[in-house]
C-alpha cells in the first residue's frame, strides 16, 4: 500500500477497519466518522504499527486544514477592537472558535485530575475533543507522564488542581497542550475556588515563560461541566492575566482567551469595552 496516494475517504475507511476489529462498520461516512472517534476516546494508549499510525497521522491533519488553521499571531488586539488600556492589551486577543483550529505555542486543555483525556464517547467536553483530533499518541504522553509521577508519589496520585502539565500537540497546529484541572464548583462559589482558578492562569503562563512558549490560548477553564459561574470566570481569567503580563512585561507575544459559546464571548467583550 501507497500510503501518500490515500485519499482522506480511503484513509477513514482504513482506520475504520483497523480498530474496529471485526465490528460492524456503518455504511455512511459520518458514521465511520464517529465510529472512529468513539473508538479512539475509548481505548487505553498502546503502540500502533508504524503503517496505521501514518496514516492515523495524515487523516487527522487532513481533518486540521480541512477545518482552516487560524494563526493566533495574526488575531486582533483587544486594544485594535475594544479601544482596552487595561496591562497587555496590545497582545491579548478574544476569539470565538474551534481551539483545535489555532496555530501558537500552546493551547490550554480543562482536563480531569487523571489527566488521560475522557473516555466518554464523542462527549462534548474539551477534553475530548482536544485528545480527538491530536491523535492516539496524546494520550499516550499523558500516561507516561502520569506513570512518571505516580512512581514519584505512589499509585494514587491524581494532578492537583492549577498544576499545569505540558505535553505535545501532535496532529493538532498548535505546539504543544497545556493540561490544567481547573476547580470544580459543588454548592455556592467560593473564594478558594477563584483563588484556585486565578492560579490556573498564572501557573500556565509561567509555564509558558519557562518553557520559551510565546503565544498561548486559554479555554473557559473550569466553566460547563465543572460548574463555575461563566461570568465570574472570565471576571477571574482577565484579572489574573492582565496582572501577570503587568509584572512579567515582554515575556509573551500573544495571549488568547478562545471561547465556543457566545454567552462566554459576551462575557468578555463586556469585560473589554470597559
Request: glycine residues 6%; contains cysteine.
Amino acid at each position: 500500500m501507497i500510503i501518500c496516494e490515500l485519499t482522506q475517504a480511503e484513509r477513514l475507511k482504513y482506520l475504520v477497519k483497523w480498530f474496529a476489529d471485526g465490528a460492524d462498520i456503518p455504511a455512511d461516512e459520518d458514521g465511520m466518522c464517529r465510529l472512529l472517534r468513539s473508538i479512539m476516546n475509548m481505548r487505553m494508549p498502546r503502540r500502533l504499527p508504524d503503517e496505521v499510525l501514518k496514516i492515523h497521522d495524515e487523516y487527522l491533519l487532513q481533518i486540521a486544514r480541512d477545518k482552516g488553521i487560524v494563526a493566533a499571531a495574526d488575531l486582533p488586539s483587544i486594544k485594535e477592537i475594544f479601544g482596552s488600556t487595561a496591562p497587555g492589551s496590545d497582545i491579548i486577543s478574544l476569539w470565538q472558535g474551534d481551539i483545535t483550529r489555532l496555530e501558537c505555542g500552546a493551547i490550554v486543555n480543562a482536563a480531569n485530575s487523571a489527566m488521560l483525556g475522557c473516555f466518554v464517547p464523542m462527549h462534548g467536553c474539551i477534553d475530548n475533543y482536544i485528545h480527538s483530533y491530536a491523535g492516539v499518541q496524546l494520550r499516550a504522553e499523558c500516561l507516561e507522564r502520569m506513570d512518571e509521577l505516580r512512581s514519584k508519589y505512589g499509585d494514587s496520585y491524581e494532578q492537583p488542581t492549577a498544576v499545569p502539565m505540558l505535553t505535545g500537540a501532535y496532529n493538532l497546529p498548535a505546539k504543544s497542550v497545556i493540561h490544567v484541572v481547573g476547580p470544580i464548583v459543588y454548592g455556592s462559589l467560593t473564594e478558594a475556588h477563584e483563588v484556585l482558578l486565578a492560579n490556573c492562569y498564572k501557573n500556565i503562563l509561567d509555564m509558558c515563560c519557562k518553557n520559551a512558549i510565546k503565544t498561548v490560548a486559554f479555554c473557559c477553564i473550569s466553566t460547563g461541566e465543572f460548574n463555575f459561574p461563566g461570568r465570574r470566570a472570565a471576571e477571574v481569567a482577565v484579572m489574573s492575566v492582565s496582572d501577570w503580563i503587568k509584572h512579567n512585561d515582554g515575556a509573551m507575544e500573544k495571549v488568547v482567551f478562545d471561547v465556543f459559546k457566545d454567552e462566554d464571548r459576551r462575557f468578555y467583550e463586556e469585560l473589554f469595552a470597559k
